[in-house]
């Protein structure tokens, strides 16, 4: 396996010691001999070709933000796996002829190829679509019995070592597979996901989905082990290891969406690992109206109940210190009070660095007040990002209702969607003006927010609105 460190990731020596440091989030960590060598290898960007007794060192560099992994086409397998490709439908012929044609121009070899189509009830021209394909033609054992039922259905008839689902909404490229199947050389690996794009630009709703889609994992390669967080793989662009897919008992036949987190959390929690890459893209047909996106976001939501019913180990955190939280209330009560909390909230900025500052020095690490100080402005920003989005996903029906018995709240509101909404528009540069931008993330949000509400009210279980507080994250500054 071959890895590099990242962009903002450098190797600082002092004093006869060497330290790996990163800018942002500003993170110290010191290191022995052996590692420093190693990790020499990587300096002015160059490739490290880990041997297996070091893959185990840099996954945890990899884990921690420090290094990333690199992809090579040496890494493909002497002796490729056949695949088996499943595709759930029900009453989308035009959308499944684009689906198949896209899969006749894949560069995988064709002869380790089987393609499975599994009819869910179609009254249109779906089944004879997929006959005119050649595709192995399956019926789900009923109508309407959703994509879940469906795809394991297809399973069951597979011949493939690897299991690749894709959605008949959605075209993969010519290198889908070629780009992804390389990672089942690791024997722990039970699923990869690619990356997934938007196949329209022409309304405002297809350019946000274009940087906001809920199926864009990252625009980095990411791990998942054993763990309680909640990284999971979309089920549209999914490849799975048959062994392990059967291992866990597929997907939940009984879920219609969020079945695909509840898949890989399962892998997981029976300590196979899941893996997110930025290749293998496939396009995808997102719902392009107002309506149709709203009630898709609906839908997302009330998987949340079950889900924590299912999965109760699993839920949000967030890591809040505390003199950074009230450093942030004073700043928010300028709004209320005028221009006079910054000054509390400068003094205690300066204390908090200084006291950093000093905790560092007394560990040896090569770190600046100036650079402190800078980091930690960056932590308060990514504070005040994640309390801002966390309270306009899952708030913000109940703030909008109570403005009008407490007028003050609309301030409050406008800070917090402003916030989050900013932010993400800054990072994602979505091709949509601000106001337009906004307009449609707070629809998101209010549709995502109603439908975690629906959801947690049939399942009586409120538990998805519980949220892990940590005073510090491992290693941050």
Known sequence: MNYRLRHNVQLVEREGELFLMSKTPLCAMRLNRSLADLLGRGAEGRVIIAAESERGVMEQLAAKGFAERVRTVSE?????????????VMNRADELRRCLTSLTQLTYPHEKLQIIVVDDGSSDASPDVAREFGALLVPSGGVGRG??????????????????????????????????????????????????DGMCSESAVDRYEAVMSSLSISSRERVGNSGTDTFYLPSCNLLVRRSAFRSVGGFDDSMHVGEDVDLTWRLRDRRWSIC?????NILHAHRSSIRSFMSRRF?????????????????KRMVIPPLLALI??????????????????????LIDAADVRLRTGK??????????????LRALGSLCYYLSYHLVRYYSIPLIAIIPLVPVVWILFG?????????DYTVKKPKLSFPIFVGIYLMEQLAYGAGVF????????????????????????
């Open 454 to 477: 629906c959801g947690c009210l049939s399942r009586r279980c409120f538990a998805s609105y519980r949220v892990a507080i940590f005073r510090q994250m491992e290693q941050s500054i």
């Open 147 to 196: 994509p879940a039922a469906a795809r394991n259905v297809g399973a069951s008839v597979a011949d493939g070592e690897i299991l690749a689902f894709i959605d008949s909404d959605c075209s993969a490229s010519p290198d889908w597979l070629c780009q992804l199947i390389p990672t089942f050389n690791d024997s722990d690996l039970a699923a990869v996901g690619g990356q997934v």
């Open 363 to 376: 560990q040896g690490l090569p770190l600046t007040l100036a650079a402190i100080l800078a980091g930690r």
């Open 328 to 349: 942030l209330a004073l700043c928010l009560m300028t709004f209320f009070l005028g221009w006079w909390p910054l000054l509390p909230a400068s003094a205690l900025q």
């Open 415 to 423: 800070i917090v969607l402003t916030s989050a909404a900013g932010v």
């Open 76 to 88: 493909q397998p002497a002796s490729l796996p056949e695949v088996s490709v499943v595709i759930p």
């Open 276 to 280: 997110y890459l930025p290749l293998g």
């Open 299 to 315: 839908d997302y939501g009330t998987s949340e109940g079950i889900l924590q019913i299912l999965h109760p180990s699993r839920h």
